[in-house]
């Protein structure tokens, strides 16, 4: 079955209103020939006359009558589909939002993001969900709005991104650990009795291969999937945790800090979203807060690390 002209919706309801093809042609600029066409298109289309001679004049038929009574309301819908978004009224906002993350995120960003949401939108919900891995499943089919993290090899091609900020892993141990004191050298830095992050549980990762390259090996003592779970193991146990310097900011508190003796490339913390979501403008002014908030919270440090496989 052939699909319907939509575009005689249009001139459906203006010869319903008008009552007269002469009307109706010049009220949508067409000749009266091409009026009399779209009618008899009209006619076939709903297999009724819809308007008949009566004297003079044309009058409808109560099929006509009765799509009088919808067929504005279509257009009038359809016209308002196809307009520009209105412009975007925080104050009377109403929406929730799932933001996916890996450990750090909330507890470094979360505080100053949900104050000015509540500031801008006080009706706007944000959830925040873990993140168990890269899969943009989530972002496809709308249960996650946002994500942050690395891009990855299983992100998928169509996901946009844009970065946030550059970061680096540093080493971190509770007070009193013997890397407190003195320069924290390679070899001193392989020697102790490491957490090793790995969300795949992977035996080794970047840094492992970072210092094979000088002939060293680090004793992993164990393997967890996240920030966190490293930094109890380094804060209550005595291991060395390596984790991300910015996103980890908070989580870190009360215990030392020192740069990785290693040469590793950067990593870039990106925010992530479906391009379906692009013109929203909800979703927009969302994404800016993020930035914003991360721009903010963050000071200039430098880069020295590769978290592909955790982020």
């Known amino acids: 079955m052939p699909h319907p002209d939509l575009n005689l919706l249009v001139t459906l309801d203006v010869l319903l209103a008008e009552g007269s093809v002469a009307h109706a042609a010049r009220r949508l600029r067409l000749s009266p020939s091409a009026m009399s066409r779209a009618l008899a298109r ?20 109560p099929r006509a009558l009765e799509l009088r ?32 993350n890996s450990d ?6 979360g505080p100053s993001l949900l104050a000015r949401i509540a500031r801008e939108a006080p009706g706007v919900r944000m959830r925040f969900v873990p993140k168990p891995d890269k899969d943009s499943t989530p972002l496809r ?6 994500e942050t993290g690395v891009i990855g090899n299983t992100t998928g091609p169509e996901i946009r991104a844009q970065t946030l900020f550059r970061d680096r892993f540093v080493g971190v141990v509770r007070v009193g650990h013997p890397l407190c004191e003195g320069i924290v050298t390679a070899e001193r830095y392989a020697a102790g009795h490491h957490v090793l992050v790995s969300r795949r549980n992977l035996d080794k990762g970047p840094i492992d291969d970072a210092l094979e390259i000088l002939g060293l090996q680090r004793q992993i003592a164990t393997t967890v999937s996240g920030f966190l779970e490293a930094l109890v193991f380094a804060r209550a146990a005595g291991l060395i945790a390596s984790v991300p310097e910015r996103y980890t900011g908070h989580l870190r508190d009360g215990m030392f800090r020192f ?14 979203w479906h391009p379906r ?16 908030i991360c721009a903010e919270n963050i ?8 978290g592909s496989d955790v982020f």
Do not use: Y
Request: proline residues 6%; contains cysteine; hydrophobic residues 45%.
């Open 69 to 100: 009574q919808h067929v504005g309301r279509i257009v009038e819908e359809a016209e308002a589909v196809l307009r520009p978004a209105e412009k975007l009224d925080l104050t009377r906002l109403t929406r929730t939002f799932t933001m996916r």
């Open 141 to 146: 089919d709308g249960s996650v709005d946002l």
């Open 259 to 272: 740069a990785l003796p290693l040469a590793l490339p950067e990593i870039t913390i990106s925010l992530l």
């Open 277 to 292: 979501l692009d013109a929203d403008p909800a979703h927009r002014w969302l994404r800016g807060c993020v930035r914003d």
């Open 42 to 61: 009209l006619r076939e289309a709903t297999g009724d006359p819809l308007l008949v001679r009566a004297g003079r004049g044309l009058v409808p038929t």
């Open 104 to 109: 750090g995120f909330v507890e470094n960003f």
């Open 299 to 306: 000071k200039a440090t430098g880069v020295t690390a590769d």
